[in-house]
């Protein structure tokens, strides 16, 4: 995928690039994991959406298209679980097609790659990044909802590396529930894929946030070093990188993404599209824009692009630089859930 003539970024109310889309292609998982879809709220009666109210693989195509041209240079597949949608490789093939696209990853819980990687690898996915808590069979079991083991997401990821994907894990970090073992799984992991430690986060209204159970990612940092040689800040590939980088005395490297105690705001260039073509402007919107309604109805791409652009350009969302000034009751008003519009 050729880079396409470079163009100037459409930037929002506060000077921030529109860089990234992340879509959704599906609210449905095969996992109840506790900070997302916590089994008790997404049990066996949930109504998830019915497959017309998503977005057929044409329409998230023909959307990408212009934000493409809006300046979006990487795609991200988010879910839900994503590889639960049909035929998923063939909207990877699709956007692969599209000018100007620089990147395209996935994030999964790798349930299914053993399956599926072959196919996305040659579809035109070139990463994916793979959600792993927990190594520990009764921790993992217990914060993905349904007792599903540890070796069967090492199994995807094993499947993603053997077709050429890049890998990278993210580690979702709660006190007193998996923080125990954070260096045993990074020494596990690091000779296979960058591993990424997230702090808790307040996402969706059913994971029963706590602050009490955030480990401040200095501190994350600090156990990996297990008491040796600190491990040293490396530099971003890019300005706006979610994660900050660190490597040990052997070159093994580390990520933090600190959204509770280090927010990252002010470099985000993420637009979130769900898969019922809902455009998000922050991971803890409260509301979105709808782009369904105006493309089924026959709206023409220049409209289209005033709609999106102009939704880009008044946005001043920054959430998280902002927690610790609302109020309780803002803090836990209804936001978006993770599930329809990925992490």
Request: hydrophobic share 45%; glycine share 10%; charged share 25%.
């Given at each position: 995928m050729p880079p396409a003539t470079p163009s100037p970024f459409l930037t929002d109310a506060l000077g921030r690039p529109l860089r990234d889309l992340r879509i959704s292609v599906t609210d449905r998982c095969n996992l109840r994991c506790t900070y997302c879809m916590p089994g008790e709220?997404?049990?066996?009666?949930?109504?998830?959406?019915?497959?017309?109210?998503?977005?057929s693989f044409e329409e998230i195509e023909r959307l990408a298209r212009l934000?493409?041209?809006?300046?979006?240079?990487?795609?991200?597949?988010?879910?839900?679980?994503?590889?639960l949608?049909?035929?998923?490789?063939?909207?990877?093939?699709?956007?692969?097609?599209?000018?100007?696209?620089?990147?395209?990853?996935?994030?999964?819980?790798?349930?299914?790659?053993?399956?599926?990687?072959?196919?996305?690898?040659?579809?035109?996915?070139?990463r994916v990044t793979v959600s792993l808590d927990a190594l520990d069979p009764q921790v993992f079991g217990q914060m993905n909802g349904l007792g599903v083991q540890p070796e069967r997401v090492m199994a995807g990821i094993e499947a993603a590396l053997t077709v050429g994907l890049g890998v990278k894990i993210n580690t979702v970090v709660?006190?007193?529930?998996?923080?125990?073992?954070?260096?045993?799984?990074?020494?596990?992991?690091?000779?296979?894929?960058?591993?990424?430690?997230?702090?808790?986060?307040?996402?969706?209204?059913?994971?029963?946030?706590?602050?009490?159970?955030?480990?401040?990612?200095?501190?994350?940092?600090a156990r990996l070093a297990d008491g040796g040689e600190p491990l040293r800040p490396l530099d971003a590939h890019y300005q706006g990188e979610v994660a900050a980088r660190y490597a040990d005395a052997e070159g093994f490297?580390?990520?933090v993404i600190s959204s509770v105690t280090a927010p990252f705001c002010g470099d985000c260039s993420r637009a979130r599209l769900s898969a019922v073509g809902q455009l998000y402007t922050c991971l803890f919107a409260t509301q979105g824009s709808d782009l369904r309604a105006p493309l089924r109805a026959g709206a023409s791409d220049?409209?289209?692009?005033?709609?999106?652009?102009?939704?880009?350009?008044?946005?001043?969302?920054?959430?998280?630089?902002?927690?610790g000034e609302l109020s309780a009751a803002r803090q836990q008003g209804q936001k978006i859930e993770m599930s329809h519009i990925g992490g």
């Open positions: 709220i997404f049990g066996a009666d949930y109504a998830f959406l019915p497959r017309e109210e998503l977005l934000f493409v041209r809006l300046s979006v240079q990487k795609l991200r597949l988010t879910g839900g679980e994503p590889l949608r049909r035929d998923l490789p063939q909207l990877i093939e699709q956007l692969s097609r599209i000018e100007g696209v620089h990147d395209i990853a996935m994030t999964t819980n790798g349930l299914l790659l053993p399956r599926l990687a072959a196919s996305l690898k040659a579809a035109g996915l070139q709660q006190r007193g529930v998996n923080d125990g073992a954070l260096l045993e799984l990074w020494r596990a992991l690091r000779g296979k894929a960058v591993v990424r430690f997230i702090e808790f986060m307040d996402v969706g209204n059913h994971n029963g946030w706590n602050m009490s159970q955030v480990v401040p990612s200095r501190e994350v940092i490297e580390a990520g220049d409209a289209l692009l005033d709609l999106i652009g102009g939704i880009w350009s008044v946005r001043r969302d920054r959430y998280s630089e902002e927690r």
